[in-house]
């Protein structure tokens, strides 16, 4: 059955969680070396589940670039500075030294992301920096349900950005993050099963 449209104004105006689940208190600044750009699709805008728009409370440094806007075109001029890649897989991955200074994430579906590497030059020109691969997730239910097999959402493969760039204390922080938005989506989900335990 289709779910219908979702009540923006009962829920947080940050987080966009109901306020019984809010996801704020368990936001905390994470700093980090590695600077990062978000390029949110129109379609994630006000999108509840949205994980990059967590990523950007946790962030301070976080530059927000919402695309294909209607009627709006987006300020790219970020992509052309020095020492920026794009978070996107590759069999010819970016040296990781020296460390990329900026990276840009994709904040779509994957088809919709692969639809913007095809139509912004500027980030077909960009070094792509490649996540590794995983086997598709078992045991805890994920916010939204993959379009790949082994897929992350935005928030997740920030983390694994981090991991993979020596900021292991940042990648924690946004895995525990994830871990608390995971845990409320559950819970909302089964209201009756009370409090679940916070994912490890």
């Not at 082994?150 to 983390?159: K, P, S, V």
């Amino acid at each position: 059955m289709a779910r219908g449209p979702v009540d923006l104004a009962r829920r947080c105006a940050r987080c966009l969680f109901p306020p019984e689940a809010c996801l704020c208190p368990d936001v905390r600044p994470v700093a980090t070396r590695t600077r990062f750009l978000v390029l949110r699709h129109a379609s994630e805008l006000n999108r509840p589940t949205n994980s990059g728009r967590w990523a950007a409370l946790a962030l301070p440094g976080l530059r927000l670039v919402d695309y294909a806007l209607p009627g709006e075109e987006p300020d790219l001029s970020a992509l052309a500075e020095p020492g920026t890649v794009v978070l996107f897989p590759s069999p010819h991955p970016a040296p990781l030294v020296p460390p990329p200074r900026q990276v840009v994430v994709l904040d779509a579906t994957w088809a919709q992301a692969r639809r913007m590497i095809q139509r912004v030059p500027a980030l077909q020109t960009l070094p792509r920096l490649a996540l590794p691969e995983r086997a598709a997730a078992g045991g805890a239910d994920p916010i939204r349900r993959p379009t790949v097999a082994g897929g992350r959402c935005t928030l997740e493969a920030m983390a694994g950005a981090l991991h993979l760039l020596g900021e292991a204390e940042a990648a924690r922080a946004l895995d525990a993050l994830h871990a608390a938005a995971l845990e409320r989506s559950w819970r909302l989900r089964r209201p009756s099963a009370g409090p679940a335990a916070r994912c490890a």
